[in-house]
């Protein structure tokens, strides 16, 4: 049972290490975002797929090292949480019940400061990609609706009266 505990414990820390990498990365994706420097946000992209990959990996470990736990104590996996676990031992390994807590609330802390920074970097780009589609607007005349001068049987708008101005005189 300690050595299931211990292993999880360790899991927890390269846990904690590589979230801290994800937030770092999804910070410095920010930056890259905000200076449209497109070749650094596809290099962090890839870093964090790689991360993100490292991750499941260590938590399959931790799962794999719950469910032995689970066969140990006779109980079933998915009852068998973080919190519970560190319920169950805290009478009896004090130290290691307060190592998992400690882990436990970092990596909660650190998934929530990912969580909050991806949320921001979205608003960025869904902010950014409105001002591109006004601007295209702009661009092709398209922000506000054209005012015809002429309609189709060469009359005059009414809407063109007065609207008229002079774009170029010719010498």
């Known amino acids: 049972m300690e050595k299931n505990l211990t292993h999880i414990y360790e899991v927890l820390q390269k846990l904690i290490g590589l979230h801290r990498q994800l937030l770092e ?3 410095q994706e920010r930056e890259a975002l905000v200076a449209v420097n497109i070749p650094l946000i596809q290099e962090i992209t890839h870093s964090k797929e790689s991360l993100i990959e490292m991750v499941r990996q260590e938590e399959s470990k931790r799962l794999k090292y719950t469910g032995e736990l689970a066969i140990a104590w006779k109980k079933p996996l998915r009852e068998l949480t973080l919190p519970s676990i560190i319920i169950a031992i805290q009478g009896q390994d004090s130290k290691t019940a307060e190592q998992l807590r400690s882990s436990y609330n970092a990596l ?23 001002h591109v589609e006004n601007m295209k607007k ?7 609706p054209r005012s015809e001068v002429y309609t189709q049987q060469g ?6 009266s007065g609207a008229s101005r002079l774009i170029s005189k010719e010498v």
């Open 108 to 130: 909660s802390f650190l998934i929530q400061r990912i969580d909050e920074q991806n949320q921001s970097n979205k608003r960025l780009i869904q902010e950014s990609l409105k």
């Open 138 to 144: 702009n661009v092709l005349g398209e922000a506000a």
């Open 25 to 27: 990365k999804v910070r």
């Open 155 to 160: 009359q005059k708008t009414a809407g063109a």
